[in-house]
């Protein structure tokens, strides 16, 4: 099965092969009898999970953090990234002595289903074909995600978290866990979320999903067979994305009207202004490391995302008599997911009459803070799960 | 040469021909001996303006009001659009008894240089060679579209306009008018829009320029003389572009999470969101009317567009002393063009000595408000234009 996708791959970038066997990375393998149910309506079997941990699980088995990623994050939090070695997407976050002390916590952190590091996702080989699955994987939601890693959390024999935390994609996953299994989850950190996408969001991702799909290359999502790569698509969705992720300010800040190296303008199509030169080069780099077709799942499974609507449309529904400590965090600056959506969330907390706290962080950094150096967050997370742990009763 | 354009494109869009023939149109042929000087250092001889007129001039030539298309405008303000066959984009500004009164000025409303409708652009067959001018088009700026409708006044025997009015790229040029005109206009009605683009405007400029030229059928340009269509490009370019046409408040109200025809999600890549639908007609029907290369020239004009740096890096030089009436509006949601914008436009005109009124009218329809029938906006036009009248001494 891995050999036929192999095979099948062999002249394939590297970011196809990581599919099935990721590097550096830990992967767990559900069979036919662990089906992953999706809210689809159909069950995923077999299926895998590729993740890593970093520090020690203690013996009460008490102090496990997990981190959700976002959209185009993967299992590699805090380590050098295999395909791209840069260091790990929260190095700043994670580590000994990082606000999410590893000396302290055993931090997991899992591939998504649907992504291309690792977990069963479009790129995946099929074991009913031995070919990627392509289009032929079935449309997974945020609460698959969720399903799934609580299945990775009972193969590691961890029955409550001691916290989950995530940015963007990665809060929504927090809302759920919180929400799908709140006596599983001691404390809870979304940051930069909502709890449904907004019209706006949906078009963005729309759009970007459209970039990907008009590239002659994509061959309705049977690229991997066909021996062929939408990137001119993908790169252009993840050049319109990227845009969504900077404020206007952090953009002016960043590049203002500055000419790419020279002081007067060209007069053609080349990337004659500094902003140019540096979105091209995130869409061609985006390109190496992601899968064209896992942006069109895991975009849609934000899309779909609605916590509400799971539950009569009443928000504070998902999270009645909630156990769950939570602090909201926001960025004012983040148009994306506006402190507008982070006080949804908060009041309907409060209605639920569930314990939460908010932080709204004054920065001109946008949506990407999250994920930047901002002594702020990492204050905040520090001092929650500080008082997490106390109020625990974890040691030390 | 227009016999050669005709076979060129004899199997082409309607579009195409529109370039050299347009229907429902006047043209006026600048030959060798009136070259259009460009900021780009070239010439370009010989060219042609196609333009619409409403109501009539009167003796004195004194009631001459120019409307200034936006990026995806033309001629057809206000009347039956010959490509679409729906009514000019500002039927419900302009017209008899309408804010802008065609029963009291002579409306002149021109297709920009670079454009499609029948204006040079890439489009239009280039004489040289008797094909489409494909990337040989020289490229423009906002300041070279008005110094061809300074030209075509010219041809009309206009010395002096009355008032110049535009919304978006349209208040660029009205700007300009003002900067580099300044004795040929009484008036001046700048509508949501700024002194230069911003680093964000560049970017989401760049996406759409990317979209367009990642369709292979694009050929570096060539598609015209190829007999191919970028239109995948080109309507991927439009759909992102009109997300940022409209607030996330508009778009809420408009479509919200509503699903498309159906109550549940289909778990597929369908458009299942209504705004998803919106989005992908607005694409479609776009690609119907427009020229890709021209998306490119226009876009890029925009992006070049920095009146500040035109004169020393001090906006307020450009004004300095003018003699015209300014009325500056913006539209609270406008994301695109903020009310900062239109501040820093009016600092600089106060700082400059200059006449001007400021208006920032409430509402959640977004950038697009200038289009749609927002009553503040008519009210606006009307009294400023009412005022104007007097101080002019313009009968009756």
Redesign the interface.
């Known amino acids: 099965m891995v050999e036929a996708n192999l095979t099948a791959t062999r002249d394939g970038p590297p970011r196809a092969r990581e599919a099935d066997e990721p590097r550096d990375s830990v992967v767990v393998r559900f069979g036919a009898d662990q089906p992953l149910r999706l809210?689809?309506?159909v069950s995923l079997a077999p299926f895998q999970i590729a993740y890593k941990t970093y520090g020690r699980l203690n013996e009460a088995r008490t102090n496990a953090v997990l981190i959700c990623h976002a959209l185009t994050g993967d299992q590699h939090v805090a380590s050098t990234h295999p395909v791209t070695g840069k260091p790990g997407w929260w190095d700043i976050m994670v580590g000994p002595g990082r606000p999410i002390d590893t000396e302290r916590y055993f931090v997991i952190c899992s591939n998504v289903v649907g992504g291309c590091m690792g977990s069963s996702g479009p790129s995946s080989t099929n074991p009913q074909t031995g070919k990627p699955w392509g289009?032929e994987f079935?449309?997974i939601t945020i609460r698959d995600m969720v399903r799934a890693q609580a299945m990775l959390l009972d193969h590691l024999g961890i029955e409550r978290l001691f916290t989950v935390v995530g940015g963007s994609m990665g809060g929504m996953q927090v809302l759920e866990w919180a929400a799908t299994f709140p006596h599983r989850v001691f404390s809870a950190l979304p940051v930069a979320c909502a709890t449904?996408?907004?019209?706006?969001n949906?078009?963005?991702h729309?759009?970007g999903?459209?970039?990907v799909?008009?590239?002659?290359e994509w061959r309705g999502g049977r690229y991997l067979v066909e021996g062929t790569n939408p990137r001119?698509?993908l790169?252009?969705a993840r050049?319109?994305a990227h845009?969504t992720y900077?404020s206007?300010a952090a953009?002016?800040r960043?590049?203002?009207?500055r000419f790419q190296d020279r002081d007067n303008?060209t007069?053609?199509?080349d990337?004659?202004?500094e902003?140019?030169s540096y979105?091209?080069h995130q869409?061609i780099s985006f390109v190496e490391r992601f899968d064209a077709n896992s942006y069109?799942y895991l975009t849609?499974a934000m899309?779909?995302f609605?916590i509400a609507?799971d539950h009569d449309g009443v928000l504070s529904n998902a999270f009645k008599d909630s156990p769950v400590r939570f602090c909201v965090v926001s960025f004012t600056s983040d148009?994306l997911f506006?402190t507008s959506e982070s006080r949804a969330i908060v009041h309907a907390l409060n209605a639920a009459g569930a314990r939460v706290s908010f932080a709204e962080i004054v920065t001109d950094k946008g949506h990407d803070a999250f994920l930047l150096d901002e002594p702020e967050l990492f204050a905040i997370v520090r001092g929650f799960l500080e008082a997490a742990r106390k109020a625990c009763g974890l040691e030390p």
Chains 1, 2 share one sequence.
């Open positions: 809210d689809a309506g289009l079935p449309v449904r996408h907004s019209a706006q949906i078009a963005f729309e759009v999903r459209q970039a799909m008009a590239d002659p001119r698509g790169a252009v050049m319109g845009i900077l206007d953009l002016h960043k590049f203002g009207r303008p007069f053609s199509f990337a004659d202004f902003v140019e979105l091209r869409g069109l849609r899309d779909y609605d609507a148009w506006p």
